[in-house]
């Protein structure tokens, strides 16, 4: 029987939102086994079952913490003991956490492993495209210095990423750009054009070339390849965008309410209101892991173990 790690610690609104998300999921998915890893070992209430374990923490690793608090000591953190949870429990499939990024990064790295030669994962996050799928956005935050070398394990990761969550043959990757075309851009996106288009040549990625900041949400490719830095402003603003469109439609509807501005609302959020639609995922590390959004609801948890299934 497959389980699910999931850190309850460390999330803004607290272990007992995302506990209650676990029990949601456990009905939804019966076959699954959870273990749950908290401070306090009663959390699930009068929830507990035979599909759930709960690990004691004695403590957590806060949001504003550095990324190496996972170490120094804090091998009873939640987050510490999800992840050898992980390592150590063959029925384990991966880990769900809504805590400090940058613990979670270290602590995948050198706590759970990465897959043979790759020196970091990388960080992907779907977006809402125009085409009325998600685009892979490969990496979002997680590296922000980089080398070519770098660009091209992530080509790799997300399109076998995308494969996965979407059950697509040959997934469009293209490079995050200022240009369409080929010479375009700095020394890392030049050298790194030439990595993919070898990858390409070689059948191991179907990269399609150079993307520009408008083909992120155009559908243009199933994934996009960027360094961290970039990845991470494209993925703020793009909520920044949701969140604005939302509270402009939601201010005109409640002034003088039509079917048309409630079924744009219901579009903008079912696209922008992200707790709903998952989390963002480590990739290149043994077993997946997954961060959910730092305010994440219980049907962020849902959604969340979804994904995971589907990736896993």
């Known amino acids: ?52 374990e709960i690990v004691k923490a004695d403590e957590f690793i806060g949001p504003d913490e550095p990324a190496m608090s996972i170490f120094k000591g804090r091998d009873n953190s939640s987050m510490a003991l999800a992840l050898k949870k992980c390592k150590e429990d063959d029925e384990c499939i991966g880990v769900l956490s809504a805590g400090n990024t940058g613990a ?45 070398a770098n ?4 080509a790799t990761l997300g399109s076998a990423f995308s494969s996965k969550m979407f059950s697509i043959d040959a997934p469009k990757v293209a490079l995050l750009n200022v240009g369409k075309e080929k010479g375009k851009g700095n020394p ?22 150079n993307a520009e900041g408008y083909d992120i949400i155009s559908g243009y490719a ?3 390849v960027c360094d961290g830095f970039a990845g991470n402003i494209v993925l703020k603003l793009t909520e920044a965008v949701g969140k604005t469109a939302l509270s402009i439609v939601s201010a005109a509807n409640e002034k003088e309410s039509s079917k048309a501005l409630e079924d744009i609302l219901a579009k903008l959020t079912e696209l922008f209101v992200l707790n709903e639609r998952g989390g963002a995922t480590f990739l290149g590390t043994v077993k997946p892991v997954i961060k959910m959004h730092g305010c994440a609801t219980e049907e962020t948890v849902v959604a969340c173990v979804d994904q995971m299934l589907r990736i896993s």
């Open 1 to 52: 029987m497959k389980k699910i790690v999931i850190d309850l610690e460390g999330s803004d609104l607290g272990a007992t939102v995302l506990a209650r998300g676990a029990v949601k999921a456990a009905a939804l998915y019966p076959d699954l086994k959870f273990t749950l890893v908290a401070t306090d070992p009663s959390i699930l209430g009068d929830n507990a079952a035979d599909n759930f």
């Open 104 to 148: 979670l990064m270290v602590g995948s790295i050198f706590r759970l492993g990465l897959i043979p030669g790759l020196k970091s994962p990388a960080l992907a996050t779907l977006l809402p495209n125009t085409k009325g799928g998600m685009t892979a956005l490969v990496d979002c935050g997680a590296n922000v210095n980089i080398e070519a």
């Open 151 to 154: 660009l091209k394990d992530f």
């Open 188 to 209: 890392l996106a030049v050298e790194s054009y030439g990595l993919l288009e070898e990858l390409s040549g070689e059948g191991k990625i179907n990269f399609i070339g």
């Open 222 to 224: 199933d994934v996009i």
